[in-house]
Antibody, heavy 118, light 107 residues
Framework: QVQFVQSGAQMREPGASVKVSCKVSGYIFTEYYLHWVRQAPGQGLEWMGRINPTSGASIFAHQFQGRVTLTKDASIDTAYMELINLQPRDTAVYYC???????????WGQGTLVTVSS | YELKQPPSVSVSLGQTATITCSGDALSKQYAYWYQQKPGQAPKMVIFKDTVRLSGIPERFSGSSSGAVVTLTITEVQAEDEADYYCQSARGNGQYYVFGTGTAVTVL
């Protein structure tokens, strides 16, 4: 079955960066875009961007442009999200997800809590 | 760009809950609805405005009219208590956006 397994929780100080991994299994990695969504404590879902796992091309929500990098390693079916210049407001659970395209299905990782605090 | 939802909806057990989502792009782009329970990742319940996903109870339905989409839950059950988010896209459909979210409370 399709599975998304993300890396574990991380703590960072303001100004640092964080890199979250997302290993997928159960389908051909290069056939579907991978999205990143975050959720601050007690807040709503926020779409960050997505990567084309074939070409590596990515697009971002405007509020993340310049601070987020999405990459992939197709040889190990893994995608990565790196966020730089972290601030306390970046404290959130970060999800990787395969959102609906042509088919009515979605798959999500378990989420990675990133805590930014001095 | 924003998709607006009511922050909360309270509904008595067995009654009907209606959640709206409004935004200009909804008249051009499909909407999707997600359910999220505490401590869990979201899961899609409605695809392309009206299609209920496999395994989702028939009491969940979606509709669309112009720039407003609606999620309706008839005969609400206790297990339907959750946060619900609409999701669509803007521009050429590449840039996704989530609604502000609605907390459904079952009385």
């Amino acid at each position: 079955q399709v599975q998304f397994v993300q890396s574990g929780a991380q703590m960072r100080e303001p100004g640092a960066s964080v890199k979250v991994s997302c290993k997928v299994s159960g389908y051909i990695f290069t056939e579907y875009y991978l999205h990143w969504v975050r959720q601050a404590p007690g807040q709503g879902l926020e779409w960050m961007g997505r990567i084309n796992p074939t070409s590596g091309a990515s697009i971002f929500a405007h509020q993340f442009q310049g601070r987020v990098t999405l990459t992939k390693d197709a040889s190990i079916d893994t995608a990565y999200m790196e966020l730089i210049n972290l601030q306390p407001r970046d404290t959130a659970v970060y999800y990787c997800a395969r959102l609906a395209g042509l088919e009515p299905e979605d798959y999500w990782g378990q989420g990675t809590l990133v805590t930014v605090s001095s | 760009y924003e998709l607006k939802q009511p922050p909360s909806v309270s509904v008595s057990l067995g009654q009907t809950a209606t959640i709206t989502c409004s935004g200009d792009a909804l008249s051009k782009q499909y909407a999707y609805w997600y359910q999220q329970k505490p401590g869990q990742a979201p899961k899609m319940v409605i695809f392309k405005d009206t299609v209920r996903l496999s395994g989702i109870p028939e009491r969940f339905s979606g509709s669309s009219s112009g720039a407003v989409v609606t999620l309706t839950i008839t005969e609400v059950q206790a297990e339907d208590e959750a946060d619900y988010y609409c999701q669509s896209a803007r521009g050429n459909g590449q840039y996704y956006v989530f609604g502000t979210g609605t907390a459904v409370t079952v009385l």
